[in-house]
């Protein structure tokens, strides 16, 4: 019998259910496969009863339907659970043939696998997949990146099956080479991180500065999702704000606040403390997570440690929109940071990334779609080549106008004592990066003075180096230095 399906999903938890379906609706013939086979037949006979999808009980009848090259989808586990099925499949398969994994892989893996595939003759992908269980359903955010010859044999499946923008641009494209595509979703991730952490500042702000309930602050975060911060993590908070139980009472007041996290906030710092990038805004976030999982601790140091016992003073409405615009600025530093980060990365793994492209990704289907990343594909569309999203001038015009704002929030909090670890990180940031001069002159300094580093000097030429023997008693030799 001649094959005749287009494309394998192996793995048949929710997210490669509704992928298949997903598939399926567009009128591609998919073969499910699963480690667990019972699943299998679990999933014909329940979501995919009278659809096209065919099941497969072996990896050898998975092949024998697939039309060639073959493409074959991994929607398993993370880890090891890839290489396995990587493993499992190369006896299987011929050159040209592709295995997709659209797991949340850490990039170093896509990297390797990708290597290791083309070695053998075979095509890679990596692709980052965001929207949850709905998005692969109806139209996930997809962020591909691997061997550069195998986007053209899923361009067009995975363009059908994203989500869209509103002016119906796929939100799917190709990312880059090797490791691009989960290099991208990581960062998405991280910037999600950023986003939230940044909704729970201004939550804390309104809850304990200025003393609203959680029916005001619903209110409040419906009209700033008909503004500029109209995105999908605005609209949720403003729907958990307003849930109440079946007694009556806010869920959201009962949840414990201790923050969980899978990893990849963290592989974004740590991503970006080796690339030497300051991405402070997620980094920041990713701590709170943690300051917040120390609940025995903080219960402890609430009862010893004091601090200031007042909320907000002033007209509540102009504080609100005080906080909306300290929101909104601080956002824009983080993605700011963000794409400093994706830009710094492409240079050190050779990616050829296309930033309008990847905001062009992020604008529908994912966690951060948002009203915003339509102005942050404006910007690059106008200017590929922008070095800072901070220097665009739509967005250095809201800077401009929230600034005001953004200072009068993080000196209240920090006068009230209430914590806004982003807000704050934030606007650290944008003051030093506008600096023409920072203390590091004395830095250079100190580091000279106990241990040689040598310095350059501002009426010398970059590259020169000097040192100072500061105590009279140190040797002129000065020591090697580096920069990271
Ligand atoms: P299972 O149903 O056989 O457990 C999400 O956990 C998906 O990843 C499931 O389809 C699961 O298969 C699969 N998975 C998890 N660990 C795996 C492993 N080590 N090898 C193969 N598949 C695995």
């Not at 290099?183 to 702000?205: P, S």
């Not at 830095?443 to 040598?454: I, P, S, V």
Request: charged share 25%; glycine share 10%.
């Amino acid at each position: 019998m001649e094959p005749t399906a287009d494309i394998a999903l192996i793995g048949l938890a929710v997210m490669g259910q509704n992928l298949i379906m997903n598939m399926n609706d567009h009128g591609y013939t998919v073969v499910a496969y699963n480690r667990t086979t019972s699943k299998v037949d679990e999933f014909l006979n329940d979501a995919a009863k009278g659809s096209k999808v065919v099941g497969a009980h072996s990896v050898e009848e998975m092949v024998a339907k697939l039309k060639r090259p073959r493409k074959i989808m991994l929607m398993v586990k993370a880890g090891k659970a890839v290489d396995d099925f990587i493993e499992t499949l190369l006896p299987h398969l011929e050159p040209g043939d592709l295995i997709i994994d659209g797991g949340n892989s850490h990039f170093p893996d896509t990297i390797r696998r990708t290597k290791y595939l083309e070695s053998k003759g075979l095509l890679f992908i990596g692709t980052g997949v965001s929207g949850g269980e709905e998005g692969a359903r109806f139209g996930p955010s997809m962020m591909p990146g691997g061997s550069v010859a195998a986007w053209p044999l899923v361009k067009d499946i995975f363009q059908a099956i994203c989500a869209k923008t509103p002016a119906g641009e796929p939100c799917c494209d190709w990312m880059g080479e090797d490791g691009a595509g989960h290099y991208v979703k990581m960062t998405h991730n991280g910037i999600e991180y950023g986003d939230m952490q940044l909704i729970c500042e201004a939550y804390q702000l309104m809850k304990e500065g200025l003393k609203m309930s959680n029916e005001e602050m619903h209110e409040v975060l419906t009209e700033w999702n008909k503004g500029e911060l109209d995105s999908y993590l605005i609209e949720i908070t403003r729907d958990i704000l307003g849930y109440k139980d079946e007694k009556g009472e806010y869920v959201v007041d009962a949840i414990v606040d201790t923050a969980g996290q899978k990893g990849t906030g963290k592989w974004t710092s740590v991503s970006s403390l080796d690339l030497g990038m300051p991405v402070t805004l997620i980094g920041e976030a990713v701590y709170a997570r943690c300051l917040s999982a120390m609940k025995d601790d903080r219960v402890e140091a609430s009862k010893i440690l004091t601090g200031p016992a007042q909320g907000f003073t002033g007209d509540k409405k102009a504080i609100i929109e005080d906080i909306r615009q300290a929101l909104l600025a601080s956002k824009i530093v983080s993605y700011a940071q963000g794409f400093m980060l994706l830009r710094e990365a492409a240079k050190e793994y050779k990616w050829n990334l296309a930033y309008g492209p990847i905001a062009m990704v992020w604008r529908a289907g994912c966690i951060i779609r948002s009203v915003f990343l339509g102005k942050i594909k404006a910007a690059f569309d106008k200017n590929p080549n922008l070095s800072n999203l901070l220097l665009d001038e739509y967005f250095k015009g809201l800077i401009d106008r929230c600034q005001p704002s953004w200072r009068r929030v993080v000196a209240q909090a920090v006068t009230a004592g209430i914590p806004v670890p982003a807000f704050t990180t934030a606007l650290a940031f944008y003051d030093g990066y506008r600096s023409e001069r920072l203390p590091a002159n004395l830095l250079q300094a100190q580091r000279d003075y106990f241990g040689a580093h040598t310095y350059e000097r501002l009426d010398q030429p970059r590259g020169k180096f000097f040192h100072t023997n500061w105590t009279g008693k140190g040797g002129n030799v000065s020591a090697g230095t580096y920069t990271v």
